[in-house]
């Protein structure tokens, strides 16, 4: 009995002893990390916030169009008799293009023409008889009314026989006929189209908050596919309402093509400059950390990162301005903001600021 509780008491003695030991080796574990981790801090690229003149533009896309643009057709029906363009070349404003066979108008007009001069020879008796009291007002009255009939008669005729005659409307260039002489066309016949393409317009549409910063007059600079020269462009009519769709004010721009680079239909790039900014915050779009509501970036504190909550504005190529959250003699850091956490230690190697003026 007495070498039972001797065991138990021994039992009891190692278990509590192994409990000890194990305690006091985490104790000083825990104490050997601290330091460990206290000592140990990232190294980060950091940049010191400075003031900036900043030129804020926006990137669009626009479409170019011709300054004038007609699709040539018959006001009337006929064979075509003349054809007096060629294809691709430039005309004038009242050249005759198309000429439409008008013998059965004219055999018309001539018919009318004889009938109109019989009736005012029958008007110009029925006026001396009336003033001889040999007929009665109501007599002249018919011959007058015979007359002013033939006489308008003879104007509709003239009028269709002019419209067999295709002239263009202003001078341009002519594109690709669709008929040949001898093709019977109708008004509904396309010959050819007529654009004049000396001046070009180019439609965009900006968002809508910026609507109060371009008006008419405003200057503009575009690219096009495929060359990188730079054309400009001035703002001449605005759309008068924000399309409720997509929240954004239709522009329209002329711009000069008299050495016809610029080619209607084409795609074209829009730098629309808006207002300059003297004091502008910049920072890089590297250092920028897109959140679920917005955007962070990561400023030292006393050599500990902390995570700030910005709202952003326009950007360039490597920069984005910064409207909240920072402000001029700030701290940022530009490099492995992605593997910190708000309140770690941090060594930083500032950085000079890369200048940016343009948007």
Do not use: C, W
């Not at 003699?329 to 060594?347: A, E, R």
Request: glycine share 6%; net charge negative.
């Amino acid at each position: 009995m007495k070498t039972k509780h001797i065991f138990y008491a021994l039992l009891v003695l190692g278990l509590g002893a192994l409990i000890s030991y194990r305690i006091i080796e985490n104790t000083s574990a825990r104490a050997n990390n601290k330091p460990q981790e206290a000592q140990t801090s990232a190294t980060v690229k950091g940049e010191v916030l400075e003031p900036q003149k900043f030129s804020e533009s926006l990137s669009l896309s626009g479409s170019l169009e011709a300054n004038e643009q007609v699709e040539l057709r018959s006001e009337v029906s006929g064979v075509v008799e003349n054809i007096s363009f060629q294809e691709g070349s430039k005309v004038s404003q009242g050249q005759v293009l198309v000429r439409v066979n008008d013998l059965e108008l004219r055999a018309q007009l001539a018919k009318i023409k004889t009938a109109e001069k019989l009736a005012s020879e029958n008007e110009r008796r029925a006026q001396l008889l009336l003033e001889k009291e040999a007929i009665s007002q109501e007599e002249y009255d018919m011959a007058r009314a015979d007359l002013q009939s033939a006489e308008a008669e003879s104007q509709l005729i003239a009028a269709q026989l002019a419209k067999a005659a295709i002239k263009a409307p202003f001078s341009g260039t002519i594109g690709l006929r669709e008929i040949s002489e001898g093709t019977y066309v109708t008004p509904s016949s396309l010959i050819a189209k007529l654009v004049n393409t000396d001046k070009l317009k180019l439609t965009f549409a900006i968002p809508e908050k910026y609507s109060n910063q371009v008006g008419v007059g405003s200057q503009l600079s575009f690219t096009t596919a495929g060359s990188p020269e730079e054309h400009t462009a001035t703002i001449y009519a605005i759309e008068p309402g924000v399309d409720v769709a997509t929240r954004t004010l239709k522009m329209r721009a002329i711009a000069e093509n008299k050495e016809g680079k610029l080619i209607p239909g084409t795609f074209a790039n829009v730098l629309l400059p808006l207002a300059t900014v003297d004091d502008a915050i910049m920072v890089p779009t590297e250092a920028l950390i897109p959140i679920q509501n917005g955007k962070k970036i990561y400023v030292v504190q006393n050599g500990i990162a902390r995570e700030v909550i910005v709202q952003t504005g326009s950007r360039t190529e490597d920069s984005v301005r910064v409207l909240s959250g920072l402000k001029p003699g700030d701290t940022i850091l530009t490099s492995g903001v992605m593997i910190l956490k708000d309140g770690v230690p941090v060594n930083v190697s500032v950085q000079e600021p890369v200048a940016n003026n343009k948007a």
